[in-house]
């Protein structure tokens, strides 16, 4: 619009005898929404909430006291909780300040019945020689000649079989399968 004012303010002032050009001033349309009703419409989409299933909550953790075994007792004095996660039953312990290892963990994650045992993770922490041992089980994925029993009675957990064992000492692993057996006591079934 402007360029159109002053393209005919030029051609007026170029032209000769003719009448002078005034420009108008630029007038600004701003559009309004149409009223409802009065023009078409589009269908407006629909939006379906996902039915997507969601995880078993969690429930509150029970204090846990227990003990662990390779060959022979490796502590006594294990201590944490035993509390489903996501649907799996877990047990979770340790012995932070165990006599021969700086600390044992535990972890026991149960299958959602209870009746067998999913997998198995324990660790020993360097002990006053340099050695470090991660010893574990997977029923999803056994380690030829690993196993893990189950064995429940009130809220006693013992599972007994044999975990694959990495020892590492000065950068150097080995891999072994070695028995275990370990003892959980829940302080209540309900977890």
Same mark, same amino acid.
């Given at each position: ?20 050009? @005034? ?24 939006? @379906? ?9 969690? @429930? ?37 300040? #165990? ?32 050695? @470090? ?30 975990? #694959? ?27």
């Amino acid at each position: 619009m402007t360029l159109g004012v002053g393209l005919a303010a030029g051609l007026a002032a170029c032209g000769t005898g003719g009448t002078a050009f @005034t420009p108008k001033p630029v007038v600004t349309i701003t559009p309004t929404p149409a009223a409802p009703g009065s023009g078409p419409t589009s269908p407006s989409p629909s939006v @379906t909430p996902s039915q997507t299933p969601s995880a078993p909550p969690s @429930t509150p953790a029970v204090k846990a006291t227990g003990s662990m075994g390779v060959f022979m007792t490796v502590t006594e004095a294990l201590s944490g909780t035993c509390r489903t996660v996501d649907g799996a039953p877990t047990i979770a312990m340790t012995d932070p300040k #165990n006599e021969f290892y700086t600390s044992v963990k535990v972890t026991v994650v149960l299958t959602a019945s209870r009746k067998a045992v999913s997998s198995v993770a324990t660790t020993f922490e360097e002990d006053s020689e340099g050695f @470090t041992w991660k010893l574990g089980y997977d029923a999803a994925k056994p380690v030829k000649g690993t196993s893990a029993a189950l064995t429940v009675s009130g809220s006693t957990y013992t599972v007994k079989g044999k975990l #694959n064992a990495l020892e590492t000492r000065g950068g150097k692993t080995r891999t072994e399968v070695l028995p275990f057996t370990i003892v959980a006591r829940c302080a209540s079934a309900q977890w």
